[in-house]
Nanobody, 122 residues
Framework: QVQLVESGGGLVQAGSSLRLSCAVS????????VAWFHQAPGKERDFVAA????????YYRDSVKGRFTVSRGNAENTVYLQMNSLKPEDTAAYYC???????????????WGQGTQVTVSS
């Protein structure tokens, strides 16, 4: 079992930055993938970014490349999503997910956090 707890969401203006955190606990393993998804009201849960728990491999959806950065804290079991130059279309609930293989499909991930809301005003 892997437990995930997100934090760091909020209401910000367009152009601002936010850093989301995902605290990871439980049975982590070397090929664990931790991913971020977002879901706007009435829409599907879409892949945002992912990182291999052991490090070295980062993946992003095209619309966030150059603006978002996923990383893992060195001394802590936390994965971060640094979001810069936020746009109103980034408004969504953001979820942290974990699983044994990289995928951009939500159904491929076994473990999920409760989500944190990000709202970007224009």
């Amino acid at each position: 079992q892997v437990q995930l707890v997100e934090s760091g969401g909020g209401l910000v203006q367009a152009g601002s930055s936010l850093r989301l955190s995902c605290a990871v606990s439980g049975r982590t393993f070397s090929n664990l993938v931790v991913a971020w998804f977002h879901q706007a009201p009435g829409k599907e849960r879409d892949f945002v970014a992912a990182i291999l728990w052991s490090g070295g491999m980062l993946y992003y959806r095209d619309s966030v490349k150059g603006r978002f950065t996923v990383s893992r804290g060195n001394a802590e079991n936390t994965v971060y999503l640094q979001m810069n130059s936020l746009k109103p279309e980034d408004t969504a609930a953001y979820y942290c997910a974990a699983g044994g293989r990289l995928s951009n499909t939500a159904g491929s991930y076994e473990y999920w956090g409760q989500g944190t809301q990000v709202t970007v005003s224009s």
